[in-house]
């Protein structure tokens, strides 16, 4: 399984624990709520519950809304199907949960694990922190001492952009050791089971990849039939 495909999976699991939801909803959160997710189309997502199904992690079963109960006689199509997460699913993602090896707090899945830490105990949630501080601060170091070999070399703009990424990680560092104090100080953060960065907005300076205050959602796209 790749990184971006376990990564998913992790996703869906912890969306899936929130509540059931057919597949359509799943991309919505996905792509509204985990801005990791935003490029995601149900072309990956359904593959991905197919799998999450055949490992017993998840159930199917057919839509009760009156909306899914009147799509077949209106429009001559299935009603949705509706995914449930299983008490192995359920144990599974709480496996996933507790894990604060490196994989948690890289690039690619800080993001996700993140967004989920309104459902992660506070000692777990401090040992990704502080790996992702860990992490961001050696690369910091890294990317100051590159700059001092080779300003001389470089053109402004090129320094100008070298600079910019520093101050990303340097913005992310910061907002580290932020999250860290109040962990330590036993204080929880309203809202953090669906916010929250992974990767540096270096665009507009705010941590992750998720909506700003402003942003409007993107419209929905037609409904899917099958899930």
Known sequence: MSRRSGILEFAV??????SPMHGYELRKRLNTSLGVFRAFSYGTLYPC?????????????????????????????????????????????????????????EDETFA???????????????RVLEGRRSRLEERLE??????????????????E??????????????WLNELIESERAGRDLKGSATGGPAQQDTTSGAPGGLPRPGDEPRPDSPDDTAT
Request: hydrophobic share 40%; aromatic share 8%; glycine share 8%.
């Open 161 to 174: 952009l070298q600079r910019h990424g520093m101050e990303s990680v340097e913005r992310e560092v910061r």
């Open 142 to 159: 890294k990317m100051r001492a590159s700059l001092v070999r080779t300003r001389e070399r470089l053109d402004d703009y090129t320094l």
């Open 112 to 126: 996700a694990r993140f967004a989920f830490f309104g459902q992660t105990s506070r000692d777990v949630r401090m």
């Open 49 to 105: 519950l197919k799998t999450l199904v055949a490992n017993g992690w998840l159930i199917e079963e057919p839509g009760n809304t009156s909306e899914d109960a009147l799509a077949a006689p209106l429009a001559g199509r299935r009603a949705k199907i509706v995914y449930r997460l299983t008490a192995e699913g359920k144990e599974h993602f709480e496996q996933l949960l507790s894990q604060t090896g490196p994989d948690a707090y």
């Open 13 to 18: 699991l912890g969306l899936l624990r929130e």
